[in-house]
């Protein structure tokens, strides 16, 4: 909205441009964020002109604007000023030049025309990305046809941990992703909720284009379910909700379904938006964030996953002449969340930084024999200091516990009862030791059982009753009694101890 004065009635909207020197850069701090601020010298808009090549002409001897310096920065676009040599008091105003090239003969307003509408293409580049990822789908799924339409499949690896590696392992997931997407609906809340007909004929469609072993297709279901949940989160974030000019998420709802999955129709989209608003849906995605919010660490992985960066870690080993057959998931873990720069690892997250160093002074430790940093209580559970949740085992992907860990066996009944047993009779040499020195002390010294209390008690008379016996001396007496009839009084110490323990 622009206005011509104060005392204009019939304020116009368009968009106009200002054309400014900066001459401060303020920053306005707030309790959570800063804004920066320029503080600029603008030329007269009313001695902007245009010469006949079409190049825009200011003037800056005729200062404008006075009462309104300040623009945000995000309201800014760079410009350079050359003098005009026909004109001294003249500046030409000198775009710079997009990625893309220009005529160079091409004027000034033609050339801000395409740069606003380069911008108009770059609204929502996470569209963008959605759209290459379904052309990566759309060339994958055409390169796995033609296999399949010769009746071959394309040759798959698979580890001892029963994960795809190799050549091919990039392509099997995104043909993972593709035809799930397509085979199974969007408007099943839950991949519980998905027909067992629907996902075998999933299955089915996976391994004629792939070589899946019979005991891996678990993992290849697990998977399309992840891949299937990711993309319906995909089309609430970037498809549900219109963009304004500057690229941020309206409220306002896109009831029609986006045309870059044409398998989605107009009835399937309208209740899988009505799903989205529901308030339960809301409670569970808030709830979700709230979780999100909690995680301090960042994968930096992308679509490689854990098993590229554990045969990278392996192969360094092997030429440092290290054979390993199964990589500490601690160093598939830093790799997967560090970058590599100068053969230097470098991390972008202070968490991460602060667990890798963790790890490392844990397996100094461990390698000195201090701590047993073996099974669930290994090096990265330490150093993460959380343990292990259900679902797939951290650094290592697709992995459940019992297949990494082992299963944890209960300790068997008849076991517990033996236990039992064995510290029953253990309390009962215990108590019967107890009362033969008790009975010993009494009849050798003469001691009434208050007197025999007292001691117990560890009495500060040097006497004890009228018998003038020394306490070093009964002291002395004691030990050589236990000495004499093989008791020490460690023996009990240790029974009592054990006793403590079980």
């Avoid at 989160?233 to 379904?257: H, Q, S």
Wanted: hydrophobic share 30%; aromatic share 10%.
């Amino acid at each position: 909205m622009h206005f011509a004065s104060a005392k204009d009635t019939r304020p116009v909207l368009c968009k106009m441009q200002y054309y400014g020197v900066i001459e401060e850069i303020c920053e306005l701090h707030y309790s959570d964020f800063l804004l920066p601020v320029f503080c600029c010298k603008w030329a007269d808009s009313n001695n902007v002109t245009y010469d006949d090549m079409g190049h825009t002409l200011v003037n800056f001897d005729r200062i404008g604007h006075k009462e309104d310096p300040y623009i945000l920065a995000s309201q800014a676009k760079q410009v350079f000023y050359m003098t005009d040599p026909s004109h001294k008091r003249r500046s030409v105003v000198i775009t710079p030049r997009p990625r893309y090239s220009i005529d160079e003969h091409e004027d000034n307003a033609l050339f801000e025309e395409r740069l606003i509408a380069n911008k108009r293409k770059q609204i929502c580049s996470s569209q963008e990305a959605a759209t290459r990822e379904n052309h990566r789908g759309r060339t994958v799924r055409a390169a796995v046809g033609r296999p399949i339409q010769s009746g071959n499949k394309i040759p798959l690896q698979w580890n001892h941990k029963k994960l795809p590696c190799g050549d091919h392992k990039t392509d099997f997931s995104t043909y993972i992703g593709v035809v799930v997407c397509i085979r199974v609906s969007i408007n099943y809340k839950e991949w519980e909720e998905v027909p067992k007909e629907v996902i075998n004929e999933v299955l089915d469609f996976i391994t004629k284009g792939f070589t899946v072993p019979e005991d891996c297709k678990g993992y290849v279901i697990k998977q399309a379910s992840k891949r299937w949940r990711a993309f319906k989160a995909r089309l609430r974030k970037y498809f549900m909700y219109e963009c304004d000019e500057e690229g941020n998420t309206t409220d306002v709802i896109i009831w029609t379904p986006p045309s870059l999955y044409p398998w989605i129709t107009v009835d399937d989209w309208k209740k899988f938006v009505e799903t989205s608003l529901d308030d339960k849906f809301k409670e569970l995605s808030e709830l979700n964030r709230k979780r999100a919010k909690k995680r301090k660490t960042s994968y930096r992985g992308g679509r490689k996953g854990y098993s590229y960066y554990e045969d990278e870690s392996a192969k360094e080993l092997q030429n440092q002449g290290i054979q390993v057959v199964d990589v500490p998931r601690h160093l598939v873990w830093i790799r997967a969340h560090s970058r590599e720069e100068g053969g230097v690892l470098k991390f972008d997250n202070l968490a991460n930084l602060e667990i890798a160093q963790a790890i490392k002074e844990l397996e100094a430790q461990h390698n000195q024999g201090e701590i047993d940093a073996s099974g669930r209580n290994d090096i990265l559970a330490r150093a993460l200091n959380t343990p292990e949740h259900g679902g797939c085992v951290r650094a290592v992907g697709g992995v459940t516990n019992k297949e990494y860990f082992g299963y944890k066996k209960p300790t068997p009944a008849n076991q517990v009862q033996s236990e039992l047993k064995q510290v029953e009779t253990k309390l009962e040499n215990v108590t019967n030791n107890q009362n033969f020195l008790m009975s010993f002390i009494m009849s050798n010294f003469q001691l009434t059982p208050e007197q025999f209390q007292q001691i117990q008690l560890g009495s500060s008379s040097a006497q004890f009753g009228g018998f003038g016996v020394n306490k070093d001396v009964y002291s002395a007496t004691f030990g050589e009694l236990l000495s004499s009839h093989g008791l020490d009084g460690s023996g009990d110490r240790q029974i009592v101890g054990e006793l403590r323990k079980n």
